[in-house]
């Protein structure tokens, strides 16, 4: 890559954003060459970008550019970059979409789970064979016996991401199965009766193929990175 840098490189070091200069350069030089934008593409970009930012009036609009102190001209030019970037993105990793997607699978399914928390082991061994017995059920021996914050939250926490939870927790729900329910188990200084209650599978669309495409965008932009500092070492 032939890319030219202007700007004062130890400058934006000092300050912590030359990767991201850099960066965008990298991104200039692969958009160069892409095609103009058409007037239904435009419609839809400033749609798209004002239903994720919230900006429902006019009013909403011209505070937002106040507050990032641009002018009408320059956030088209910013949303478009953005939309140019994510098209590029999708379409020089669309081959790779699919295997990255099923690598980082495990990690985009959300999980339900509920817990019943208490001090001693006698008495989650008991409960938990209550529970399997079939002599109460899990809602009713939560109600009553189960300690913490859980009764706040119906015991049920979910849907959410496994790197959200706990990994003591997340390590059994990623082998387990919907209503499956562990034996107590000693977590954070307390025994746990755990039910997985359901797991959701990410669905490989649009939306989802277009955050994986971003991501391979990262990688690719902070390899380019150390490629180009690393001709200056």
Not at 125 to 137: F, G
Not at 159 to 174: D, F, G, Q, T
Not at 218 to 227: I, T
Request: net charge positive; proline share 1%; glycine share 4%.
């Amino acid at each position: 890559m032939n890319i030219e840098f202007k700007s004062n490189k130890n400058e934006l070091s000092k300050i912590g954003i030359l990767d991201l200069y850099i960066k965008r350069k990298i991104k200039d030089y692969l958009l160069r060459d892409y095609k103009k934008i058409t007037i239904d593409q435009q419609t839809k970009i400033i749609k798209d970008w004002k239903d994720r930012n919230l900006i429902k009036t006019n009013k909403d609009f011209d505070n937002w550019l106040k507050l990032y102190e641009i002018n009408f001209d320059e956030w088209i030019e910013l949303i478009n970059f953005d939309y140019k970037w994510a098209s590029w993105c999708l379409n020089q990793f669309s081959e790779k979409l699919f295997s990255y997607y099923q690598k980082k699978k495990e990690e985009l399914d959300h999980y339900t789970f509920s817990k019943i928390v208490v001090q001693k082991k006698d008495l989650a061994d008991e409960l938990y064979l209550r529970i399997k017995e079939k002599e109460s059920t899990f809602e009713d021996i939560a109600l009553k016996f189960s300690e913490g914050n859980e009764k706040l939250s119906r015991f049920s926490t979910g849907p959410i991401l496994l790197k959200n939870i706990e990994n003591s927790i997340s390590a059994l729900l990623k082998v387990g199965y919907e209503n499956q329910i562990w034996q107590p188990k000693f977590l954070d200084g307390k025994w746990t009766i755990l039910r997985l209650d359901k797991k959701s599978h990410s669905d490989f669309n649009q939306k989802l193929k277009l955050k994986l495409a971003l991501e391979l965008g990262d990688e690719f932009l902070k390899e380019k990175f150390y490629e180009i500092q690393g001709k200056n070492l």
